[in-house]
């Protein structure tokens, strides 16, 4: 038997009560530095190294507590303390490991699935939000930022999956206002069929791009200092646009001189209530550019400001086919 005052003291007043096996007590954190496994050594192997290595300070238990760090989920704790749940038993109810339990509760920061959280908190008895507030944070935006989706350093770190779900999904409006948008057809396979079928069911297909002849490309060429020029890269999508042919529902234009500029430093990627944008960073190529993935949510938003912008540049422009 353990003396009083010493492991067994320790053990007792555990968070989950009761006496635990050696493997349980390793596990948590409970035994004393000399009984720490060696590698390969099975648990019935260990031996107290003398007499003394079975009194440990009372205090035992707090310190297995924050041993972990400073970033504890001490709202589990305190609800599996109430429920009288271990980690193991709480890994059963919820179908993980008991690792995986013991990692949430180690660190704050660390959110299970949806479907994990939820059934850990009816096996506890309380609501998921009170276990993991941060999960409902990282959701729920109701600030300024409450339409981006997603934000990528480069437009080419956003897959081109996102691109032909975007374009796909859309019903009523596919809005391309990039300078060149000549990158659409490398990425996105049959691109030309796709528009097609779109136009046929009443989507609205434009493209708006910059002036392959126009004052403001040339300069952006000599910015870029490319073998694939800005000119190039115009005529390489209307050659995709004539090969599309005459299609109702299906416009193409280029932007007035004077809104050149303005397009030329932003590209807006339109797909009914979705937007793709990209800010043009100096001397570098849209793809090295970085990428917002918006999604409008009411009037005056960063969507509605975005689209707003493109479509402005759109009525100043002159037909391109």
Not at 89 to 99: E, H, S
Not at 155 to 171: D, M, N
Not at 218 to 223: F, L, S, T
């Given at each position: 038997m353990l003396e009083r005052g010493g492991l067994g003291d320790a053990l007792d007043g555990h968070r989950y009560g009761g006496r635990r096996s050696l493997s349980q007590q390793y596990r948590h954190g409970l035994l004393p530095s000399l009984w720490r496994r060696q590698v390969g050594t099975p648990f019935r192997t260990y031996q107290a190294h003398s007499p003394d290595s079975w009194r440990v300070p009372a205090v035992a238990s707090e310190?297995?507590?924050?041993?972990?760090?400073?970033?504890?989920?001490?709202?589990?704790?305190?609800?599996?303390?109430?429920?009288?749940?271990?980690?193991?038993?709480?890994?059963?109810?919820?179908?993980?490991?008991?690792?995986?339990?013991?990692?949430?509760?180690?660190?704050?920061?660390?959110?299970?699935?949806?479907?994990?959280?939820?059934?850990?908190?009816?096996?506890?008895?309380?609501?998921?939000?009170?276990?993991?507030?941060?999960?409902?944070?990282?959701?729920?935006?109701?600030?300024?930022?409450?339409?981006?989706?997603?934000?990528?350093?480069?437009?080419?770190?956003?897959?081109?999956?996102?691109?032909?779900?975007?374009?796909?999904?859309?019903?009523?409006?596919?809005?391309?206002?990039?300078?060149?948008?000549?990158?659409?057809?490398?990425?996105?396979?049959?691109?030309?069929?796709?528009?097609?079928?779109?136009?046929?069911?009443?989507?609205?297909?434009?493209?708006?791009?910059?002036?392959?002849?126009?004052?403001?490309?040339?300069?952006?060429?000599?910015?870029?200092?490319?073998?694939?020029?800005?000119?190039?890269?115009?005529?390489?999508?209307?050659?995709?646009?004539?090969?599309?042919g005459p299609v109702e529902g299906v416009e193409a234009r280029f932007t007035a001189p004077e809104d050149a500029m303005n397009h030329v430093s932003l590209s807006v990627f339109r797909f009914d209530h979705s937007a793709l944008v990209t800010p043009h960073l100096a001397r570098l190529v849209g793809h090295d550019s970085p990428l917002m993935h918006l999604r409008g949510a009411g009037e005056g938003g960063m969507w509605s400001r975005f689209t707003d912008h493109a479509e402005e540049l759109w009525e100043r422009a002159t037909p391109a086919l």
């Open positions: 310190n297995a507590q924050t041993s972990m760090g400073d970033d504890l989920n001490t709202a589990l704790r305190s609800a599996m303390s109430a429920a009288g749940l271990t980690p193991r038993q709480l890994a059963g109810r919820v179908g993980v490991t008991g690792k995986t339990v013991e990692r949430w509760l180690s660190d704050d920061d660390l959110i299970p699935h949806a479907r994990n959280r939820e059934d850990a908190a009816q096996a506890l008895g309380v609501d998921a939000t009170m276990l993991w507030p941060k999960a409902v944070r990282d959701v729920l935006k109701t600030g300024s930022d409450r339409e981006i989706v997603r934000s990528y350093p480069y437009r080419s770190a956003c897959p081109s999956s996102v691109w032909g779900e975007l374009i796909t999904s859309a019903k009523s409006e596919l809005f391309f206002a990039g300078y060149t948008n000549y990158f659409l057809w490398l990425e996105q396979p049959n691109l030309v069929e796709t528009l097609r079928r779109k136009a046929a069911a009443g989507c609205r297909v434009r493209f708006l791009m910059g002036d392959p002849a126009g004052e403001v490309t040339r300069q952006r060429e000599a910015i870029e200092d490319v073998a694939l020029t800005v000119s190039t890269r115009i005529r390489i999508t209307l050659e995709h646009l004539h090969r599309l």
